[in-house]
């Protein structure tokens, strides 16, 4: 525990821990559309997108919804669409753009921020403003998002009737499972840290179907970001199209790790298909370890698996010998494009 502490010196294992919490954050924010709505699109980067993934699996948005990670926004952007700014620092130059794009196509505009330009720009403009709070890093305020997603598209019909109230009691339910994962549960007990010691000096490889990808996304995240370590993600069926061919000549002793996310819940051709592969890629890629969600809902499966991966990187992180939290590189990397 003390090397823990010693490490993680701004507590993301703490932050990690009451993450379930952020699920039940209020926004008292008002969104009257001055046009249907005949679309949604959300602009953001890194962990400010993360959570719109989520969406795509639950509960699911009733009218095409994109997510776009670039400067501009797509050519069928008009009045009609819903545009969602989401930045946690404010600051992302990418957001900022597409932000500037959207205005010009008449966009009905809602930002999502913390703080930084995007959060002065939605004051000056006078855009529906939820304000998320601040003081961690962007990728451990994921649920946050969530909620002041459901928040803004459950009064406008875009997601099912409930929505919200099922994060609440869902955040109640994960509250009473991530009692193993804590840096207190020694490692022949804790699950969590037991994986982190399975992927310590390999690269990391993570799959999953289309439902548990929003948290097999997360993972390959946070062990970039907590661990330093390097991650890739991918799903099926997809995967059996093309990735599944580059493993055939790769013998086992490769320093990678697989990691695998299945769901019971998952189309029934895609369980399949991950019992197929394991067969046919044996003895030429290592055994995937395999995360099977509790829980008997897609959203308390997805927000479980959330979790516990959260967990899993920032063990990576300590065994690794670094703090979790600094990403020192990615603000090396803004200093240099302003230059």
């Known amino acids: 525990m003390k090397y823990i502490h010693q490490k993680d010196k701004s507590d993301a294992l703490g932050v990690v821990g009451k993450q379930y919490q952020q699920l039940k954050q209020q926004y008292d924010v008002s969104f009257e559309p001055s046009a249907d709505i005949h679309n949604v699109v959300l602009a953001g980067m890194g962990g400010s997108a993360l959570p719109a993934v989520f969406l795509r699996s639950w509960p699911g948005v009733g009218v095409p919804f994109d997510i776009v990670r670039d400067y501009s926004v797509p050519g069928y952007v008009d009045e009609h669409t819903l545009f969602i700014s989401s930045s946690y620092s404010g600051n992302t130059e990418e957001t900022l753009a597409a932000l500037t794009d959207a205005e010009a196509r008449g966009a009905q505009i ?4 913390a ?9 000056g403009s006078n855009y ?5 709070p ?18 803004l598209l459950e009064p406008l019909g875009l997601v099912s009737k409930g929505s919200l109230a099922k994060l609440g009691a869902t955040a109640d339910w994960l509250s009473d499972q991530l009692g193993s994962f804590g840096p207190e ?3 022949d007990q804790n699950p969590a840290k037991q994986l982190a010691l399975e992927l310590v000096g390999k690269s990391v490889v993570v799959y999953s179907g289309p439902l548990m990808f929003p948290a097999a996304n997360k993972f390959k995240i946070c062990c970039n970001e907590n661990a330093k370590n390097v991650a890739w993600v991918n799903q099926l069926p997809e995967f059996n199209h093309n990735e599944f061919i580059g493993w055939s000549s790769h013998p086992e002793d490769k320093p990678y790790a697989v990691v695998e996310f299945r769901s019971n ?13 394991e067969r046919l890629l044996s003895g030429k890629r290592p055994v995937p370890e395999v995360i099977v969600p509790e829980g008997e809902t897609i959203l308390e ?3 479980w ?6 967990y899993v990187s920032l063990y990576l992180a300590l065994l690794n010998g670094l703090d979790p939290t600094p990403v020192a590189l990615v603000e090396k990397l803004k200093l240099e494009l302003d230059r």
Do not use: W
Not at 110 to 113: G, H, L, P, Q, S
Not at 115 to 123: V, W
Not at 305 to 310: I, L, M, P, R, T
């Open 110 to 113: 809602v930002v999502i921020a």
């Open 305 to 310: 698996a959330a979790n516990f991966g959260d």
């Open 134 to 151: 601040g003081g961690i890093q962007p990728r451990m305020s994921s649920f946050y998002f969530l909620a002041a997603f459901v928040s």
């Open 115 to 123: 703080g930084g330009k995007l959060k002065t720009r939605a004051e």
């Open 301 to 303: 499966q997805l927000l």
């Open 185 to 187: 549960i020694p490692t």
């Open 265 to 277: 819940l998952e189309n029934e051709r895609v369980q399949k298909r991950f019992i197929v592969t």
């Open 128 to 132: 529906p403003l939820y304000v998320i």
